[in-house]
């Protein structure tokens, strides 16, 4: 069984900087890569960032470009999501999600498991 766990959210100033990562637990999860969403209450699941899995070539949302870096650690099983300068408006439940690495990133229809997801708040 695959489980993806998240960690690293907290409450942060405007301006601020947190580092989330996640972590997919056991041997068995091969051939997928780990990508970044977000959701806020009464709103849909928006993808934030995705990458290959070598980290060669990256996705982000328009919103967060230029302020968050999505990393992975194949070794580890883990992905990471940089977040700086952040805004209250990034305001958020973040997800990692998992895809096959043929899958077509962003679109969240091609994500077959999810993480419990981290809350990040971002004070004004």
């Known amino acids: 069984q695959v489980q993806l766990v998240e960690s690293g959210g907290g409450l942060v100033q405007a301006g601020g900087s947190l580092r989330l990562s996640c972590a997919a637990s056991g041997r068995t999860f091969v051939g997928y890569v780990m990508d970044w969403f977000r959701q806020t209450p009464g709103k849909e699941r928006e993808f934030v960032a995705a990458?290959?899995?070598?980290?060669?070539?990256?996705y982000y949302a328009d919103s967060v470009k230029g302020r968050f870096t999505i990393s992975r650690d194949n070794a580890k099983n883990t992905v990471y999501l940089q977040m700086n300068s952040l805004k209250p408006e990034d305001t958020a439940v973040y997800y990692c999600?998992?895809?096959?690495?043929?899958?077509?990133?962003?679109?969240?229809?091609?994500?077959?498991?999810w993480g419990q997801g981290t809350q990040v708040t971002v004070s004004s």
């Open positions: 990458s290959s899995w070598s980290g060669g070539i990256t």
């Open positions: 999600a998992a895809r096959r690495i043929r899958a077509t990133p962003k679109d969240v229809g091609n994500y077959v498991y």
